[in-house]
Structure formats: structure tokens, C-alpha cells
């Protein structure tokens, strides 16, 4: 496209109009650039219909909603399916674009062409009409061209391996639109930016941003108990290439997109990768009864999956099911995906219900799915973390089974499951909660039946216990049920397999036994899940104990119960130096993050045990196990050696470590504590553990060898 832009811009006197539409100076476009782009004196405009008859480019005045120029596109200027117009005297600061499109009408074979319809492109780098949240949307969408001035400099693309990594996922809007924020532009992207300092301190060097592509909070706009409910969260995309245009603290009119490049440049400079969750299992168009805006127009039989008589299917749970596998759809995902690339530097993107993505025309799964391949072998994406939620609506679960071809990445949900159970007491998930801890190589590594062929090991699995889907850690260990009223559905909506507990009482109490309690479940999550093998994610708000009340589908909930609320930061702040110390240990100790070369001291690179350390096979239902990770640092030039135990018993349970050949063994992080409020101690100043130890109830240690 650069190659291009300056060849237009160059070459003005060169490329001169040939014919005039609606009193606009006219010539055929760049065929092989899809969308509008901006040039020296005009803009070019290309789009593809496969089954459409004609097509109209519209201009609009700013704001308004008839177009105050129509411009046909002569058949002359289209090659194959492509229509493409360069239109000359144009400012692009001064109007608004859209497409409208004529073909057959044949609802069973699913083509629904009218030409009335106001269409927006598919390939829109900015959208009209969403500017500031909650409003509903007047008239139909538009789009704007956009000229990318931003400098990134000469920034490099960031090489870091997935297992490097220490994931916050967190909703842009959701995280600073609270009062007790403390900054300037409170819900948006700069908002964000103002609070990189907290999250440097904490620790963490990667975020994952719940959807920013433009998207209608109001489509379900409904009134519950007085208050207003949204569609929060944002899985409702309306535009693939197009931030959301309502997270921005200013306006950005034909330059969308510099406040987040901005936030993504400075993140970078602090060692922050940037992963977007993405979502291509289906658009904001819905079902039969759905809106008609962009892609029912182009090509509704193209980019959805029908059924025989013309209706949607459904695997989404959103009305439809984007036809991804489809060569159109399958080029429209790639080259959306190296434009966020190339264009915002994003480091990495989690797929929303990716098992869709491997889904054939008629919904069948494929054993090889084109689009996943070819994600996989783009070269433009080759350092660009692929990470798959590997399930969807429709019932397909692929956890342990998705076509990888070794670059995808996973949402390790039997980790998420396995850990919730295990830490609250279900003893019978021990030799699971091992594999999951050790990385889960029964499902990635040397273990895994297709280990070589598909999966890359640790870096396959992003282990998690919370995410934006559930409880938070705090609710995980204050509700036994969830508390979905607010949402309208009588409680029915939300996941009823939580594996929680209220460790004594349900929701808010100022009991101080039950308040311990919590805390200490908290901090044992959080241990285990940052001393577990793979790349762990948690949930924005847990290193301080944001509560969303027990609501544990909090989609709709644009208020109180699911932004954090950052007083909780002083109030609970021994949680929070609870996870930036967890945090920065993983990082100092490279042996949880990868396999090294074998230890010196001989220890096995990983182990489990009881707990007496020298039973390696543990008992069917341990309610104490034990992980043991060892290897060489050459780096260090020494072994690094972490043992991790975790009692889920509720009375106290004597172990012993192993048996060393040198150095001596000490006491990193105790989650029970000193009882002078004592739970993590820095390097020097650990208590050196001879060979015995007393696991309190329902606590876990951490050990390191050091010499002596």
C-alpha cells in the first residue's frame, strides 16, 4: 500500500482523470487496494461483490444522513469482482463514505441484495457514528478515510516467547472509568496510558485488551432495576479494521487510531506487549432479524454460514457464525489481522471462540482448516502470538486438540477447571492438578500422542483461573453461586459450574476469620498460578481484590459491578505486593517459564511428589502435592532449583524436601504467613528449611536452593 500512496502522490501530474461521475473528476482505481485510501488530491475506493450487480459509492456531508453525491461505478472500472474508483477534488476532511449495492434477491439461497441499503465497508479504518459511549447510533453507519501519519520509529517488533510473558487482560473502558481511577481521561484509551506506571510496578509484560474494534454497545440497550444495560464487553463487532472510536479521549476525525497507537508505542517502551481479543465468529448483523449494514449487503451467502434454507447458523450464540473458511472471508481475516500488525505493532491476538474458525460452509469441522494454516504460515505474522479460546457455542471443545500446527497457542481451560477444584479441596483432581501445574504436557508436551506434530510445548498453554468470563479471584472465594440478578434473566445467564467457594459465608462480611480465609485462597491462586509451567494470564483488578458482587457474567454491566474500583488497592495492598512478588520471582527463575539443560545437582527437571519428597507417585486423592522444577542457568552459571507444595487440606501436614547434593533449601513465599503478616521473603533474607517443614492449612510454600 506505501508502495502505492507514493506513487499517487509522485506521480500527480501522471495519473489525470479520464471521465467524470456526478460532477466528481474520475479514473480506475487500485484494484488490489481494498477500502478507501487517501491521496494527493482524492481518494481511491475499492470493494468486492461476488454475487452484486452494481454498486454506488455515496458522499455524505459531516453528520448527515443523505448522501450529497452518488457515484455509480461504471462497469469499465471493475476487474472480476472488484469495483474500483479513484475520485479527484476531494478533502478528505470533509465528508463521510458509504457503498450501496444491487443484486439478486433469493432469501433460500441466501441472497438478500437491496439497494436501498446504506452499506459500510467491510474494510472501513474508521467508523462514523459511535463516537461517545452509550449513545445510540443515528442513521446508518458511515466510514471515514483515514490517513496514517503516526512514527513508530524504528521500534522492532518485539521477539519475546509466549512462556516470557505475564498476561493482564482487561476491558479498556472497565478499567479506569471508575472515580477512584485517578486519571484525566477516565474509560479510554489514554486513560490506560496514564496508568503504565502501575502496571511497570506491578510486574507484568504483556496486556490482553478485551475487543477495541468499533463495536454498538446500545444494540441491546435494555432497563434493568433503573439501570441502563449496554453491551459492555463488546463482542459485537461491527468493524474489523476500525478502532472503537468511543474509547478515545478526543476526537481523531481521518486520523482514528493515533490515541491508541500512542498507548501501544509507550507500552512498548516500557516492555509491554499489546494482544488483542478478537472476534471473527460473527459480526453485529445478527440473525434474520438482525440489522442489514455491511456484509448482508456485499455478500450475505459469502461471509455467513447458512443453512440449506437460507437462515444463520448459530455457533456463536450471537445470531450468526461468520463463514471464516470461506476464501473471501479467509483473505478479509488475513489481511485484517497484518494490517493490526503492521500498522498498531499488536504483538498478539487471542481468537474469541476460535473452534469456529476451523469450521467448514455447512458448520462441520474440518480436520485441516484453511484459515488456521495459512494464520499459522503468514510470514508477515510469523512473531505474532496466535492464541486460540479452542471452543465454541455450538459445542465443538478443543482444548488439547486444536489444529496448532505449532504457533497456536491455547486457553488452557482444564487448567482454569482443574485448579479452581483442586485449591477449594477436590481432592480428586491431585494428578490432574499435577499435569496442569508441570504445563500440561499430557496435552503439549513430549507426552501429548500429537506433541511433535501440532503443539510447541510451553509455549502452547496460557494457564488462567480467572478471566473477563466469571468470577473474579475475589468472588471465586466469596460466592458459592453466582448473583447474576442485575442482568434481567432471572439468574439463568452466566456459567453455573464455578468450582468456587464462599469459605464460610456467602458474599461481603466483615468476619475476620473469613476474611483471612479469602485472602490466603487469593494468594494461593496466585502462587500456583505463577509458579505453574506455560504462560499464566489473570484478570485485571485480582492483585487487589476487585469484586464484581458475585456477578460472574458482567457482559451488560457498564456501572459499578464491573469497573475496578481502585480504592481496594490501599485497602487490600497486601494482596497486590502478594503479586508483584509472585510476578517478579517467575521472572527471576527461568526454570518455571522452560525446560533447561539438566541440573547439575541431578534433580529431575520436573517432578511430582508427596508429600515426603522421595514418593514420586502420588496417592490418588493427595490433598498435598508438590512440583518440583530443576535445571542449569548458564546464563547464572548455576542450577535453579523451585519446589512449590500446595496443601489444600484444612489442618496442618508435616513434609520433607529432597535430599540435596549441595546448597540448602529456603523459604520463598508461605501463603499462610508468620503471623506478623509475613507472606513472601526477598533473596537474603529467607528462612533456610533443613530438611522438614510444616504446611499450615491450606496454604502453599515455595522453596529455592541456594548455595550455602
Not at 463516537?131 to 513508530?152: I, L, P, S
Not at 516467547?161 to 481521561?185: A, M, N, P, W
Not at 507426552?447 to 479471584?473: E, V
Not at 508429600?611 to 542449569?632: C, Q
Request: one cysteine or more; proline letters at 4%.
Amino acid at each position: 500500500m506505501e508502495i502505492h500512496r507514493k506513487y499517487i502522490e509522485t506521480s500527480q501530474e501522471e495519473v489525470k482523470p479520464i471521465g467524470e461521475i456526478a460532477g466528481f473528476p474520475v479514473r480506475p482505481g487500485l484494484f488490489d487496494i481494498n477500502g478507501a485510501m487517501p491521496l494527493q488530491n482524492g481518494a481511491n475506493f475499492t470493494v468486492h461483490t461476488r454475487s452484486g450487480t452494481s454498486c454506488e459509492l455515496l458522499l455524505f456531508h459531516k453528520g448527515e444522513d443523505k448522501p450529497y453525491a452518488v457515484l455509480p461505478f461504471p462497469e469499465e472500472y471493475k476487474i472480476g469482482d472488484v469495483y474500483s474508483m479513484i475520485v479527484f477534488n476531494l478533502d478528505i476532511e470533509s465528508f463521510e463514505y458509504a457503498f450501496r449495492v444491487d443484486g439478486p434477491y433469493d432469501p433460500e439461497k441466501g441472497m438478500i441484495f437491496d439497494k436501498t441499503k446504506v452499506l459500510l465497508d467491510p474494510y472501513a479504518r474508521a467508523v462514523v457514528g459511535q463516537r461517545h459511549w452509550g449513545e445510540r447510533k443515528k442513521g446508518a453507519y458511515h466510514a471515514r478515510v483515514v490517513k496514517d501519519t503516526f512514527d513508530w520509529g524504528d521500534m522492532p517488533q518485539s521477539k519475546q516467547e509466549l512462556c516470557e510473558l505475564v498476561i493482564y487482560e482487561l476491558h479498556v473502558r472497565g478499567f479506569t472509568r471508575h472515580g477512584s481511577s485517578g486519571v484525566q481521561h477516565p474509560g479510554t484509551f489514554e486513560g490506560l496510558r496514564e496508568k503504565i506506571p502501575y502496571l511497570k510496578e506491578l510486574g507484568i509484560n504483556a496486556v490482553e485488551l478485551m475487543p477495541i474494534f468499533e463495536f454498538d454497545e446500545t444494540v441491546n440497550v435494555r432497563e434493568v432495576n433503573g439501570n441502563r444495560l449496554l453491551d459492555y464487553w463488546g463482542y459485537n463487532s461491527v468493524s474489523f479494521f476500525a478502532p472503537n472510536t468511543s474509547y478515545t479521549s478526543t476526537l481523531e476525525n481521518n486520523h482514528e487510531g493515533r490515541e491508541l497507537k500512542k498507548l501501544i508505542k509507550e507500552l512498548h517502551e516500557n516492555g509491554i506487549e499489546v494482544i488483542l481479543d478478537v472476534v471473527f465468529n460473527h459480526t453485529a448483523e445478527g440473525n434474520e432479524k438482525g440489522p442489514y449494514f455491511c456484509f448482508k449487503g456485499f455478500d450475505n451467502e459469502v461471509y455467513y454460514m447458512l443453512t440449506p434454507d437460507g437462515n444463520y447458523y448459530n455457533f456463536s450464540g450471537c445470531g450468526n457464525t461468520l463463514n471464516c473458511n470461506h476464501p473471501i472471508v479467509r483473505q478479509m481475516i488475513l489481511e485484517c489481522l497484518r494490517y493490526w500488525t503492521v500498522n498498531y505493532r499488536v504483538d498478539g491476538f487471542r481468537f474469541d471462540l476460535a473452534s469456529i474458525l476451523g469450521r467448514s460452509e455447512t458448520g462441520a469441522p474440518l480436520n485441516m482448516p484453511p484459515l488456521l494454516q495459512s494464520l499459522a504460515y503468514d510470514s508477515v505474522l510469523s512473531n505474532v502470538k496466535l492464541i486460540a479460546e479452542a471452543w465454541d457455542a455450538g459445542g465443538m471443545y478443543q482444548v488439547g486438540s486444536f489444529p496448532a500446527h505449532k504457533r497456536w497457542a491455547e486457553w488452557n481451560g482444564r487448567y482454569r477447571d482443574t485448579m479452581r477444584g483442586f485449591l477449594k479441596g477436590d481432592c480428586w483432581l491431585s494428578w490432574d492438578a499435577a499435569w496442569r501445574i508441570s504445563g500440561s504436557a499430557d496435552m503439549y508436551g513430549e507426552f501429548s500422542s500429537d506433541y511433535k506434530a501440532n503443539y510447541a510445548g510451553y509455549n502452547s498453554c496460557i494457564n488462567f483461573i480467572t478471566c473477563h468470563d466469571g468470577f473474579t479471584l475475589y468472588d471465586l472465594y466469596s460466592y458459592n453461586w453466582k448473583h447474576n440478578e442485575q442482568n434481567g434473566w432471572d439468574n439463568t445467564d452466566g456459567a453455573d459450574d464455578n468450582r468456587s467457594w464462599n469459605c464460610g459465608y456467602e458474599g461481603e462480611t466483615d468476619d475476620p476469620e473469613v476474611l483471612t480465609l479469602r485472602h490466603r485462597m487469593i494468594r494461593n491462586a496466585c502462587a500456583v498460578l505463577l509458579c505453574s509451567r506455560g504462560t499464566p494470564m489473570f484478570l485485571a483488578g485480582d492483585e487487589f481484590g476487585n469484586t464484581q458482587y458475585g456477578n460472574n457474567n458482567g457482559y451488560c454491566q457498564d456501572n459499578e459491578i464491573s469497573w475496578l474500583d481502585w480504592r481496594l488497592l490501599d485497602k487490600n495492598r497486601e494482596l497486590f505486593e502478594f503479586f508483584k512478588f509472585m510476578i517478579a520471582f517467575r521472572h527471576k527463575h527461568k526454570i518455571i517459564r522452560k525446560r533447561l539443560p539438566d541440573a547439575v545437582s541431578g534433580m529431575a527437571y520436573i517432578q511430582a511428589h508427596d508429600a515426603k519428597a522421595e514418593i514420586v507417585n502420588l496417592p490418588e486423592n493427595a490433598r498435598m502435592i508438590a512440583i518440583s522444577f530443576a535445571g542449569y542457568d548458564k546464563e547464572k552459571g548455576e542450577d535453579d532449583i523451585v519446589y512449590i507444595a500446595v496443601n489444600t487440606y484444612w489442618e496442618d501436614v508435616s513434609i520433607t524436601l529432597p535430599v540435596l547434593t549441595s546448597g540448602a533449601w529456603y523459604l520463598n513465599v508461605n501463603t499462610y504467613g508468620d503471623g506478623n503478616g509475613r507472606y513472601c521473603y526477598e533473596e537474603g533474607y529467607e528462612p533456610r528449611i533443613d530438611h522438614g517443614f510444616i504446611m499450615r492449612p491450606r496454604s502453599v510454600a515455595v522453596f529455592t536452593v541456594r548455595d550455602i
